[in-house]
């Protein structure tokens, strides 16, 4: 869908506006532009993502990093946001996924076939496990060369282990979209692959670290976190993401299977079951957490 059908300032909390213009007076200033140079959808969009960056880069640790997922439309006009919000020096890569599809044949233009994702840290510390990303050489015996002829001479045993170890992906990623995978794919339509959030949290992230997903949609973040020994948040304002989310994390994971289910409830997408099992997951926090919040230690209300 376009900009103009998705976006209004019905989308906008204006009361948030004010604090705005009082805290970020210049990034207030370029958001206005935008409604001349594209349009007043999409001013009224980056004005919607800007509060919500703002506030994720309030609540992310000083050695976390933010991932923003965004196609060409407005990922440059993101980029300008994110500068001001994260800091320039602290933009790291500019991602892009690139991905296979069919075209039409009346069509008068390439094929637009890649997203783009923009990767900021916060301070000036931030998780890289470069060996959990690695990937194999394309071909390995001409990357050996390479990098022989610019290191000097390597023993055999080193030129082996260089071989085995693989190389850090470049920032182009070819991944083929969630809609290939009969097995993944739940028919939401903005689903990302497993593998995309699998290489993101492997690198930016350690065990038992947080990953928060504020648009998490059908829960692929969620469930990647869950897979790898991370812990998780998730967001959504849609509410069959509810159902999809608890669905899968059933079956991806087996998250939910004891956590949720007493007395052989199915765990279905009807809203009646939804309600039943978000109280008992309110109960069994207020239990384990004995009537606290973990992050600012407030009282839990029943």
Request: aromatic content about 10%.
């Amino acid at each position: 869908a376009s900009f103009k059908d998705m976006w209004t300032w019905d989308d906008v909390n204006e009361g948030y506006l004010e604090s705005l213009v009082e805290k970020y007076p210049s990034l207030v200033r370029y958001i206005t532009s935008i409604g001349d140079v594209h349009s007043q959808a999409m001013m009224a969009y980056i004005t919607y993502m800007t509060q919500r960056l703002i506030e994720l880069h309030r609540i992310l640790k000083d050695t976390g990093s933010l991932y923003l997922h965004v196609d060409p439309t407005a990922s440059h006009y993101l980029k300008i946001v994110l500068d001001k919000i994260f800091g320039k020096n602290n933009f790291r890569n500019e991602i892009v996924w690139c991905y296979h599809g069919p075209g039409s044949p009346h069509m008068r233009q390439f094929n637009r076939k890649h997203d783009i994702i923009l990767w900021y840290n916060k301070g000036k510390t931030w998780t890289f496990n470069k060996d959990d990303v690695r990937v194999p050489f394309k071909d390995p015996n001409q990357s050996l060369r390479k990098a022989m002829s610019v290191g000097g001479t390597f023993s055999n045993e080193e030129v082996m282990k260089y071989r085995r170890k693989g190389k850090i992906p470049e920032t182009w990623w070819e991944i083929r979209i969630a809609a290939r995978s009969k097995k993944e794919y739940t028919g939401y339509p903005t689903q990302k692959p497993l593998a995309l959030l699998e290489r993101i949290i492997k690198a930016s992230s350690k065990e038992d670290d947080i990953v928060l997903d504020p648009f998490c949609g059908c829960a692929t973040t969620c469930v990647k976190a869950q897979q790898l020994g991370r812990k998780w948040i998730g967001i959504d304002i849609e509410k069959k993401a509810v159902d999809i989310l608890i669905d899968r994390l059933s079956d991806d994971s087996g998250l939910f299977k004891n956590f949720i289910q007493t007395e052989k409830i199915p765990i279905r997408t009807d809203v009646e079951i939804v309600e039943h099992t978000q109280k008992q997951i309110k109960e069994r926090l207020y239990k384990d957490q004995q009537g606290k919040c973990k992050g600012c230690q407030n009282e839990m209300r029943r």
